[in-house]
């Protein structure tokens, strides 16, 4: 499958431009999602025997294995359901704002193969929470499915910094029902000035707001994390971790895209967040060191550079509990985690 993936399949979709390649791909995830006698033979196919293989539990949540699709592949909640059938443990969708936008100009998608990596300046282009919430009432609650959903949002472009709690809050009304897990995304670089939300100051306010509506849940809260920019510094982290614990938040997700453009992207003239291999050793780093400041008792999901079992298991030995991908599925194939949710399995056992 992995030869025919990258002998075939892959330069077909490489001689497309990057983001009908992208689009291409969630229609084809949808389509298979769909086809029930075949996504279910596929997930009896990829699931771990359980006599073998524990599943993971964090903040309250099992997952069948270690691996998720990240946020940025299904962004308006299209493509998920087949994603245990590809092998992944979790997926999270998104990232979902509240007000319905188009993201930046195009092109805004760039691939470079020979570093197996991607640049894009997407700009959170989806629906909207409200339409993402109408397609999710239509598909498996929690508690029948398969594999968690995680649900990401941000803030939507034309709200004000000053506005931004309101905005997060009514992305988090709409779409929590629906969630086994949300995602706070104040780390990419595409949306002007959403990186100034990981200051103390507006994370505060921003992490007390959505913290106190989630208690309001009662019984019914759900898990609440943190996704956060590779490009912080280390004092940066100790604040955010200090206000991750002041308001009782669940997890962290490290990390998003960097705007750093090392090695070969030096001379680079594309604006946007730069995923791929060479964002492995950074993102390792930071997983490292949030969990020797927090005593390993923060929940970490661990994202950037996984192109192999390796690279995962680097970043699980760093101490993160789960792990999530999408640009070593672009390079790696649709059934990527499969492969590695086995190959981490395997590893962890010995």
């Known amino acids: 499958m992995d030869f025919f993936y990258e002998k075939v399949v892959r330069p077909w979709f490489f001689r497309m431009d990057s983001e009908r390649a992208h689009e291409a791909g969630v229609s084809a995830m949808a389509t298979l999602g769909k086809v029930a006698p075949l996504r279910r033979a596929l997930e009896a196919w990829h699931e771990l025997p359980t ?30 359901p087949a994603a245990a059938a590809m092998g992944f443990g979790h997926v999270e969708i998104g990232t979902v704002t509240a007000l319905a936008q188009p993201g930046n100009p195009l092109p805004r998608m760039f691939r470079f193969p020979q570093e197996e990596a991607v640049i894009n300046r997407m700009g959170f282009n989806n629906e909207g929470a409200e339409a993402v919430a109408a397609r999710l009432t239509k598909q498996k609650p929690r508690g029948q499915r398969r594999i968690p959903l995680g649900i ?13 709690v309101s905005d997060y809050l009514r992305s988090f009304e709409l779409l929590a029902d629906y969630a086994d897990y949300l995602v706070l995304n104040v780390s990419s ?4 000035g959403l990186r100034e939300l990981q200051a103390a100051s507006r994370l505060r306010e921003l992490l007390g707001a959505v913290a106190a509506a989630n208690t309001s849940r009662g019984e019914d809260r759900r898990p ?18 200090a206000v991750i614990d002041e308001f009782g938040f669940d997890g962290i997700i490290a990390t998003n895209t960097t705007l750093a453009r090392p090695g070969p992207f030096a001379e680079v003239d594309e604006a946007g967040g730069l995923s791929g291999k060479l964002l ?16 390993g008792n923060l929940p970490i999901i661990g994202v950037g550079g996984i192109t192999d079992s390796v690279s995962a298991g680097e970043k699980l030995d760093a101490g993160a509990s789960l792990i999530q991908l999408y640009t070593g599925m672009i390079y790696r194939g649709p059934f990527f985690a499969a492969a590695l949710a086995k190959g981490l399995a395997d590893r962890q056992r010995r």
């Open 280 to 295: 492995r050793r950074s993102s390792t780093q930071i997983i490292s060191y949030i969990s020797r400041a927090t005593d």
């Open 152 to 164: 990401n949002i941000g803030k939507s472009k034309v709200t004000s910094l000053d506005a931004a």
């Open 224 to 241: 609440l994390l943190l996704k956060i920019a590779p490009d912080l510094s280390y004092r940066q982290i100790d604040e955010v971790l």
């Open 189 to 192: 670089p595409n949306t002007p």
């Open 51 to 80: 006599k073998r293989f524990k599943p993971v539990k964090v903040f309250g949540l099992e997952f069948p294995n270690t691996v998720g699709l990240a946020a940025g592949f299904d962004k308006n909640a299209k493509a998920w």
